[in-house]
């Protein structure tokens, strides 16, 4: 077996997929898929009333078919009956809004080293970058996780052409592929980021995880534009590479080690822990900064790295430059390099690049790049035995629920036990016959709300399908999910979400050793 194929062992093979997640199409995307949540003025992804919609109504078992057809579980194995691990298992899901999807995610458990890798990118301008970083980004990470004599093994078992223990074991749903033509391209850009971390370190030095998080989003990021910049003799190879430094993706991944949990963030998806206390409620621990305008450090952060002169430029209309709402993000190129070098790197691209406005267009008042940063915040929070759940979401989650109810929904889920609130009705007027419908409504829910049997799709069901009292219209949700690709977009993102739930006993445990 070829020394590649030993190292990226367990990969899935690429599979005829549904018309959502199909693979990124073979044409470089045009400018009109910089998509409304990052790039351009577009109505508001705000829901409308149902009324509004062209749609039909779906029945219960073709909306669940919908909800599940990307839903994965993962349960870590017990040994001799007991879970070992600070994570008892994991539970994902996808939604599309845009066709095919630009949202990723993937899971690994690194087998070199200790702890669990969970991670979700959102795209942009297709999802070619997104794509990449799911396939990457976490061997990136191993490898700098890897202690200095593990490294020299590894090189030392390529140069002798001996057997490779792979470094990750994937999770992954059959729809989340691999691009097996670029397999080859990456493992060469890895060897040359492990030969690199080889000579900067020395015998028995142990990677700092946080210190590793920032390295891997950082050279992975730099790969990404060199490998554009170099391009390739395969000219399927040549125009792949342009197509995800052209494009553009946020991460939000996850690295759990016993109690010691880091999030490394780079955009605007979003980490937040689920918290039980000592009545049985949950409340939400936000583990993770959206880097965007609301965020007045980031906005601080930007202004400080450019001249005075471009003040007033630099951010427009809560945007980078006026265009982009993520405020990092790996690939988008055009953010990042100088106009030189773009058009030399477009004038020796393939011809489909010429055709392409979107891939000529240089932003407006684009005077001292880079403009743009994969550079993650890093959060280290020491898990604690209440410390029940975590949920990564693409921003498509969180800008339909409110982080709070995201907790509670999540809570509610895995313990079975409710926790009522008084009856609201949002400042609308009601009836008593509307409010004794709202009541019953809320009784059946109590029954019904446990069908799903995955926690992700769970969440979904509600991202979706929630009215304006807080609970799931079936009318709503089916109309959501009916709605044609080309208005989808309009009135929601793509959503991905994946929530781990924790051990508390080996928590605390832990905890209590150390």
């Known amino acids: 077996m070829p020394v590649m194929s030993q190292l990226f062992r367990g990969l899935p093979r690429v599979k005829v997929l549904s018309s ?7 044409q470089l995307v045009s400018s009109a898929s910089w998509r409304p949540n990052h790039m351009s003025h577009t109505p508001s992804r705000c829901y409308q009333t149902t009324s509004t919609l062209h749609s039909y109504i779906l029945t219960p078992p073709q909306v669940n078919s919908i909800l ?70 976490f061997y990136y990470i191993a490898v700098s ?17 001996r057997a490779l223990s792979p470094i990750l074991q994937w999770q992954k749903h059959p729809n989340d592929y691999f691009s097996r033509e670029a397999q080859t391209l990456y493992f060469n850009s890895l060897r040359t980021y492990w030969q690199e971390l080889i000579d900067l370190t020395n015998p028995g030095d142990v990677p700092d995880t946080r210190e590793a998080l920032m390295n891997a989003f950082k050279r992975l990021d730099n790969d990404i534009s060199l490998e554009a910049q170099v391009g390739d003799p395969n000219a399927f190879l040549h125009y792949w ?29 979003r980490a937040v822990l689920g918290v039980q206390e000592e009545d049985g409620s949950f409340t939400a621990h936000t583990l993770s900064n959206d880097h965007c305008a609301q965020n007045e450090d980031e906005v601080a952060r930007i202004r400080e790295e450019h001249p005075p002169s471009e003040r007033k430029t630099v951010i427009r209309q809560d945007r980078l430059l006026g265009l982009l709402m993520p405020f990092r993000a790996f690939g988008d190129v055009k953010f990042k390099w100088g106009i030189e070098l773009q058009k030399r790197v477009l004038e020796s691209g393939p011809d489909q690049l010429h055709e392409n406005e979107h891939t000529k267009f240089i932003p407006p008042n684009y005077h001292t790049p880079p403009y743009l940063t994969a550079e993650p915040e890093i959060t280290y929070h020491r898990l604690r035995p209440q410390d029940r759940f975590l949920v990564i979401g693409s921003d498509g989650l969180w800008e339909t629920l409110h982080r709070q109810e995201v907790v509670r929904i999540v809570g509610e889920y895995l313990t079975g036990v409710h926790q009522q609130q008084p009856l609201t009705v949002g400042g609308y007027k009601v009836t008593l016959g509307q409010m004794q419908g709202l009541l019953e ?36 949700l089916s109309k959501m999910l009916s709605l044609p690709e080309e208005l989808a977009r309009m009135y929601r993102d793509d959503i991905t979400i994946i929530i781990s739930q924790f051990n508390p006993h080996v928590i605390g445990a832990r905890r209590h050793e150390d």
């Open 145 to 161: 996780l890897l202690p200095h004599d593990t490294l020299c093994e590894l090189e030392a078992a390529v140069e002798t052409g």
């Open 20 to 26: 959502h997640l199909l693979p990124c199409q073979p």
């Open 68 to 137: 599940k057809a990307n839903e994965y579980s993962f349960k870590v194995p017990e040994f001799d009956g007991k879970n070992l691990s600070s994570v008892m298992g994991f539970e994902s899901n996808q939604l599309p809004a845009n066709a095919p999807i630009e949202d990723r995610r993937s899971a690994a458990t690194c087998l070199q080293t200790r702890g669990m890798l969970l991670g979700v990118f959102d795209g942009h301008a297709g999802c070619a970058c997104a794509q990449a970083l799911s396939e990457r980004l």
């Open 441 to 476: 409504e809320r009784k059946a829910r109590v029954s019904s709300d446990f069908e799903d049997q995955n926690a992700a799709t769970h969440l979904m069901r509600h991202a979706v399908g929630n009215n304006e009292f807080g609970t799931v219209d079936h009318e709503r």
């Open 241 to 269: 590479v342009l197509r995800v430094a052209f494009s553009g993706a946020t991460a939000c991944v996850a690295h759990i080690d016993g109690a010691d949990l880091y999030i490394a963030n780079a955009g605007d998806a």
